[in-house]
Every structure is written in structure tokens, then in C-alpha cells.
């Protein structure tokens, strides 16, 4: 018998020990949510503009599941023209809008599914086939739940000629669904204030775009 290390004869079998075999577990799958929340607000977010800003307007709603519960882990991100319709973007053309104007929000809902934008009311755009679109703020929305965003638009209630030749409201032919795109200003409130509740499922679901 060899002694443990010891020289082996040449060609006799050597030891080879098993391998470690670590099991393997399935992963989480892989959505939106609820992981989402860390590293993504940012405090001053939800500000578009300082709340003193001439001209500002509050933009705020609730995001809602199927059976009207309040989504409280979801992010709301607003994407708009400035006033005079530019954006503040190096490949606009119309030359990168104001400096000062970022165009861009982002506000994560509380216990009761709210999100609050304070921002300035977008000017209106040229369609990419023609005609104007109506001011309007592009939204994306990540929740729980969702493998992608969902991308809806807020339109105003006060734009209704403007609303009515936008190409993209045009396209949505039941006026029950175009009106999820519409913002409402709440009896009593005041102007600058408007409400655009988010509904992801249900018979009252909010248009959302295939972008």
C-alpha cells in the first residue's frame, strides 16, 4: 500500500477527487418592480421647475391597478416640450431649447399611489406628417409587475381646439379611451393645478403607446 504522499509508480492510476458540486436555485424573475425604487428619485425629481416659478403648473395623480388599488412602489418620468415648444435636448434643431429648462421629471408614488410633477405647461408641436400636436407631456411608467414601461401621454382640458386636430388623439377612435389622455382640473381647484390618474387594467385602463 502507498503511504499517503508518497511517489506513485509510473502508470499507476492517480487520485483525482470529486468535483464540488454547488446546487444551483432559480433566479427572481426579472421585472421592473419592486427594485426599481433604489438609486432612481432623486430629491428634486418631482420639480421640473422651482414650485415659485412663473408659470408653473402641478401635475398629480394616482397610479391604479386593475381593481383600483393604489400602485405604492410605482415611478412616474415626464418627458415634455419647454413653453415655447422646444426641448431641452443638443439634437433639437430649434436649438436645444432653454437652459434652464430641463424638460424632464421624475416621481415615485407614496402609500397611497400618488405622484406629484411640478413642471411648466409645454408649448404645442409640429406633427412628424403633418399638422400640430396638442401641448402635451409623454409619460412613462414602471411599476411592479411590468416586464417594460408602459408609455401614455397627458394632454389639457382647456386645449380643446388643439386637441381636437392632434393626430394622436385623432387616431384613438372611442372617445371613452381618448379621454384617459386627458387631464381633468378638480371641481374647486385652481388653474394651475391638474389631476391625471393612471390606470393600468380595467374597463377604465389608460391609452398606452407601442413605442
Known amino acids: 500500500m502507498t503511504q499517503p504522499g508518497a511517489p506513485q509508480a509510473s502508470g499507476a492510476p492517480q487520485y483525482v477527487p470529486p468535483p464540488i458540486v454547488t446546487p444551483l436555485f432559480l433566479t427572481p424573475s426579472q421585472t421592473v418592480g419592486p427594485y426599481l425604487a433604489i438609486g432612481l ?8 421647475v422651482d414650485a415659485g416659478t412663473d408659470g408653473a403648473i ?5 397610479v391604479l391597478d386593475g381593481a383600483g388599488s393604489p400602485v405604492t412602489d410605482a415611478l ?10 422646444s426641448f431641452a435636448h443638443p439634437d433639437d434643431p430649434r436649438g436645444g ?4 429648462f430641463r424638460g424632464f421629471g421624475r416621481s415615485a408614488t407614496d402609500d397611497s399611489g400618488r405622484y406629484q410633477i411640478t413642471t411648466l405647461r409645454p408649448g404645442a408641436l409640429p406633427a412628424p406628417a403633418g399638422g400640430t400636436q396638442a ?9 411592479r409587475g411590468l416586464m417594460d414601461r408602459v408609455v401614455t401621454r397627458i394632454y389639457f382640458p382647456d386645449e380643446v381646439a388643439a386637441n381636437a ?8 377612435a372611442d ?3 381618448r379621454a384617459t389622455l386627458i387631464a381633468e382640473l378638480p371641481p ?10 393612471v390606470r393600468l387594467q380595467g374597463s377604465r385602463e389608460t391609452v398606452f403607446f407601442d413605442v
Do not use: N, Y
Open 188 to 197: 374647486g381647484g385652481v388653474p394651475w393645478e391638474f389631476r391625471f390618474d
Open 97 to 100: 431649447g432653454d437652459g434652464e
Open 76 to 85: 412616474v418620468e415626464t418627458w415634455q416640450a419647454a413653453p415655447d415648444g
Open 58 to 62: 402641478m401635475i398629480s395623480g394616482r
Open 175 to 177: 372617445p371613452g379611451r
Open 41 to 48: 428619485p432623486w430629491p428634486d425629481g418631482p420639480w421640473v
Open 165 to 172: 386636430a392632434d393626430p394622436v388623439l385623432a387616431s384613438i
Open 135 to 143: 401641448p402635451h407631456l409623454d409619460v412613462s411608467v414602471f411599476a
